[in-house]
Every structure is written in structure tokens, then in C-alpha cells.
């Protein structure tokens, strides 16, 4: 699948219970068709007690969202946009297809 999201994009949520907000990408697993974003999707994550923490802990983290869910923001009117790929100069960068305003360097051809 093209690369639509990078880490370090900006990215609407589009459905489930974060539907709306925006968020920074952390991480993106390519494999499953997922990402981590910045303050989305919270789950409790109970730590086992360890010689460093001998109560354990709980602690808030990411979950991981399904690609679908996500859209970039388009810089020009702040809302999810949907992507195309433009072939210019020997590089292939993202466009966001309403507006036109680029979304980014994806490789150079």
C-alpha cells in the first residue's frame, strides 16, 4: 500500500471513540496497516511488579488504529483530506486532492 501517512503527519480520526479529534502520528506499522497516534485510542497497560517498580503499575498508552480510521489533515482547511500521488521533477509527493496543497515528499523517482 502507498504510503498516505508518514510519521510526524498530522491526522483526523474519522471514526470510533476519538472520532474528530486530531492527532500527531507516532509510529506507523506498516505489517498490520496501523498506526500510533499522539493521545488517541488510550488503554490501560498493567506493568508486572520488577526489582525497579516491586508494586507494579498501571499505565496509560497508545493503542494501535487501523488505517482506515485515519485521514491527514489537509493544511489549508484543517479537515481530513484524501490523498493522491503526484509524479513532478523526479519526485513522488502526497496531494491533498481537494485543495491541492502538498502533503509531503514520498520518495524521489
Known amino acids: 500500500m502507498a504510503a498516505r501517512i508518514k510519521k510526524d503527519d498530522v491526522v483526523y480520526i474519522r471514526s470510533g471513540d476519538d472520532k474528530g479529534k486530531t492527532g500527531k502520528v507516532i509510529r506507523v506499522l506498516v505489517d498490520k496497516?496501523?498506526?500510533?497516534?499522539?493521545?488517541?485510542?488510550?488503554?490501560?497497560k498493567h506493568m508486572k511488579p520488577t526489582q525497579a517498580n516491586p508494586?507494579?503499575?498501571?499505565?496509560r498508552k497508545e493503542a494501535p488504529l487501523h488505517l482506515s480510521k485515519v485521514q491527514p489533515v489537509d493544511p489549508k482547511?484543517?479537515?481530513?483530506?484524501?490523498?493522491?500521488?503526484?509524479?513532478a521533477n523526479g519526485e513522488k509527493r502526497r496531494v491533498a486532492k481537494k485543495s491541492g496543497s502538498d502533503l509531503g515528499l514520498v520518495s524521489k523517482v
Open 33 to 44: 496497516d496501523q498506526v500510533l497516534v499522539e493521545g488517541i485510542n488510550m488503554v490501560w
Open 55 to 59: 508494586r507494579g503499575a498501571r499505565i
Open 77 to 87: 482547511s484543517n479537515k481530513g483530506a484524501r490523498v493522491k500521488f503526484v509524479v
